[in-house]
């Protein structure tokens, strides 16, 4: 599986756009970019999966570069809701293990 | 609602004793995952079942075993707890396994087991 690396904690301010970066340098052909949302005391939700160039869904984007060695989960104008830790995973297709790093605590201010 | 049932919500039982968690997968998930989250800790893989068969193994203590069953529900059995073993545990289904292609888990609300 490919180590990926985000920044420990990130803060924003309501109404502002927030990107947080992750490197993925190891990663394989086969491998998909997932991102998971997670609210203290609640499981884990899917947000987003890409793998390569530009993903959009009703909640964030997902870029990807050409080299696809770093990805870059988009949340458009945050609220206070989106306060929450924000993992980044990188994944064989066909892989059985979904495994978790110690992601992003993205803390929202009013 | 993800659709994933875990029972039940919270626990409480003395070092030394068993529990058994359960989990319910979405109608049509084949996969089960089950992870271990202490306080301020992310998020350890503990195993996998799909179908009924164990297909991928984390850091799994020896004390604990989980098993798939024909309805295709799954159970973790937590033994000889210790005070350490207190954590939230997740249980997730996804139709597939692992990250084919469009796979996407689902994650239950999720056991709190306080041993004291």
Same mark, same amino acid.
């Given at each position: 599986?490919?180590?990926? @690396? ?12 927030? !990107? ?9 052909? !086969? ?21 390569? @160039?530009?993903?959009? !869904? ?13 990805? @870059? ?9 989106? @306060? ?27 | ?35 271990? #989250? ?5 998020? #350890?893989?503990?195993? #996998? ?12 203590? /020896? ?18 707890? /210790? ?20 796979? /996407? ?12």
């Amino acid at each position: 599986l490919a180590k990926t @690396t985000q920044p420990i904690s990130m803060d924003s301010y309501e109404g502002q756009e927030v !990107n947080i970066t992750c490197s993925h340098n190891n990663i394989a052909t !086969n491998d998909y970019i997932t991102w998971y949302q997670q609210f203290p005391s609640q499981g884990p939700r899917f947000i987003i999966q890409g793998y390569k @160039t530009k993903v959009k !869904n009703e909640v964030a984007s997902l870029f990807i570069p050409a080299d696809r060695k770093s990805s @870059t989960l988009s949340l458009p104008r945050v609220s206070l809701s989106d @306060t929450a830790v924000y993992y980044c995973l990188v994944g064989l297709a066909g892989d059985d293990k979904i495994i978790f790093g110690k992601g992003t605590r993205l803390h929202i201010l009013p | 609602d993800s659709g994933v049932t875990q029972t039940p919500k919270h626990l409480i039982t003395a070092t030394g004793q068993r529990v058994t968690l359960r989990c319910s997968p979405r109608s049509g998930d084949l996969s089960v995952y089950w992870y271990q #989250q202490s306080l301020d800790q992310g998020l #350890q893989f503990l195993i #996998q079942y799909y179908n009924g068969e164990e297909r991928a193994k984390g850091n799994i203590l /020896e004390r604990f075993s989980a098993q798939q069953f024909p309805d295709l529900h799954s159970e973790l059995n937590l033994s000889s707890l /210790e005070l350490g073993d207190s954590a939230l545990y997740f249980c997730a289904s996804s139709v597939g396994f692992g990250f084919q292609g469009n796979t /996407e888990a689902f994650f239950g609300q999720g056991t709190r087991l306080t041993v004291v």
